[in-house]
């Protein structure tokens, strides 16, 4: 087989996976008790390291954009690689902390309030919809399915962003409640 004839690397199984996985393993935190055999441990510092990863897929991803539309394929690849890289670091940090620990209930009163809590559903809302849109992206991007990543990158880009960036925010409302 030539490379011209080279046939693209089905990614569904992988995406449908992946999805459910995160998905599934974040909303299972909701309903695990905390465990407390770990109450001893100060793990304060994970939603500071939550904030700073979203902070650098935030850069990561801008800076992706820009190479991009530099037409610099090569370093576009390596920025969306960092980003997804600070994504799963988040991921893990976030699990973590939620698994052993309570949550932390928002103290903002009046008109910060319902900001916070609109800021904090988009984000919830959106981080569960980025998560197959970013896979699905990576992939036709790998595949050089070029037309069809272009397609579906204009909506993932603006709404990882959004994730990224209102992660940040929700974190800095919420810092003097820990």
Known sequence: ????????????????????????????????????????????????LNAIC??????????????????????????IFAAFTTTAIFLISYVTYHALTESTPYGGEGIIRPIYYFILLSHILLSIVIVPMA?????????????????????????????SITGVIVYIMISPYY
């Open 135 to 163: 896979l699905i992206t990576l992939f036709r991007g790998l595949n050089m399915k070029v037309e069809r990543h272009k397609k579906i990158a204009r909506w993932t880009m603006p709404l990882w962003l959004y994730v």
């Open 1 to 48: 087989m030539n490379h011209s004839e080279h046939k693209p690397k089905s990614y569904t199984g992988i995406v449908v996976t992946l999805t459910i996985a995160i998905n599934g393993l974040v909303t299972l935190l909701f309903f695990l008790p905390e465990a407390e055999r770990f109450r001893h441990l100060d793990l304060t510092f994970l939603p500071l």
């Open 54 to 79: 979203n902070s650098f897929t935030f850069i990561f991803l801008l800076a992706a954009l820009f190479m991009i539309r530099q037409k610099n394929i090569k370093a576009h690849k390596r920025f």
